[in-house]
């Protein structure tokens, strides 16, 4: 079993910063591409980040230049540093993985942290 908990989310004032922890265990072998998604009230579900087991790193083109996904692999967390915040970046936020176990391989979700940003 493999379980995905995130931590970091609050409330935050526009413009402020947050980072968002993520910390994978269980029995894992490796894990492969680590993801942030967010999901706002009455909206699907999206993709923010992405990063790969090598530090490859994607973003969507809303938090281009503001966020950055990072990566321990030591420690098998992923993070998620978010500036310049707005409000319209208010969900909640869910961390991602591919993992591979023991004669598997299978995708993992946490949670979910709120960010709710506003003054």
């Known amino acids: 079993q493999v379980q995905l908990v995130e931590s970091g989310g609050g409330l935050v004032q526009p413009g402020g910063s947050l980072r968002l922890s993520c910390a994978a265990s269980?029995?894992?072998?490796?894990?492969?591409?680590m993801n942030w998604y967010r999901q706002a009230p009455g909206k699907q579900r999206e993709l923010v980040a992405t990063?790969?087991?090598?530090?490859?790193?994607n973003y969507a083109d809303s938090v281009k230049g503001r966020f950055t996904i990072s990566r321990d692999n030591a420690k098998n967390t992923v993070y998620l540093q978010m500036s310049r915040l707005k409000p319209e970046d208010t969900a909640v936020y869910y961390c991602?993985?591919?993992?591979?176990?023991?004669?598997?391989?299978?995708?993992?979700w946490g949670q979910g942290t709120q960010v709710t940003v506003s003054s």
């Open positions: 990063i790969t087991s090598g530090g490859s790193t």
């Open positions: 991602n993985a591919d993992v591979f176990i023991p004669m598997n391989h299978r995708n993992y």
């Open positions: 269980g029995n894992i072998i490796a894990i492969n591409a």
